[in-house]
């Protein structure tokens, strides 16, 4: 079966009292409801629209629908398979950032984690995870440059190297 890929703009929203700034969303899909919740409190204090799924099963519905500017996600699930998870919001949501945040370093190993724009292993400081967080989408502002010489396949969407900007 062949998926139709999309690619994904990131939308802007601005939050509610404030005009000209943007309020980025992130999508946090983690199976344990008490890091969802400390993840929705963390991110909100810091600036962002925090939506949270708990079930692995919904969540390419639910980028679809609400159109999130980041993920991050749990990779060990119990209900569902987190790489093949990231491999397909890879293939729909072309340019949509994926931070893979879990308790088990040893998926980074796993080829299908290249994927992912972000790797940061779980632990009680965020400090990393908020910093790639924000690294992330300070890039996604800016635009990708495709240099001039550059074959034609390579110059596409789909090419992998254009995955790491």
């Known amino acids: 079966m062949i998926k139709e890929a999309r690619s994904f703009s990131v939308p802007t929203r601005e939050p509610e009292g404030q005009t000209g700034e943007t309020m980025s969303t992130i999508l946090i899909m983690d199976e344990n409801e008490a890091i969802r919740m400390l993840y929705e409190d963390v991110f909100s204090e810091e600036g962002y629209k925090v939506i949270a799924c708990g079930n692995p099963a919904g969540l390419m519905e639910l980028i679809s629908g609400r159109r999130p500017n980041l993920v991050v996600m749990e990779v060990l699930l119990k209900n569902g398979d987190g790489l093949e998870l990231l491999q397909d919001i890879s293939s729909t949501f072309r340019g949509l950032p994926v931070v893979l945040c879990t308790t088990c370093p040893a998926f980074k190993e796993d080829l299908r984690s290249l994927a992912a724009r972000g790797f940061v292993v779980k632990g009680s400081n965020l400090k990393e995870l908020k910093a790639v ?28 190297w254009k995955k790491a900007f």
């Open 133 to 160: 967080i924000r690294d992330l989408l300070e890039a996604k502002a800016l635009p990708c440059p495709v240099p001039a010489d550059l074959p034609e396949y390579m110059a596409q969407e789909s090419f992998p």
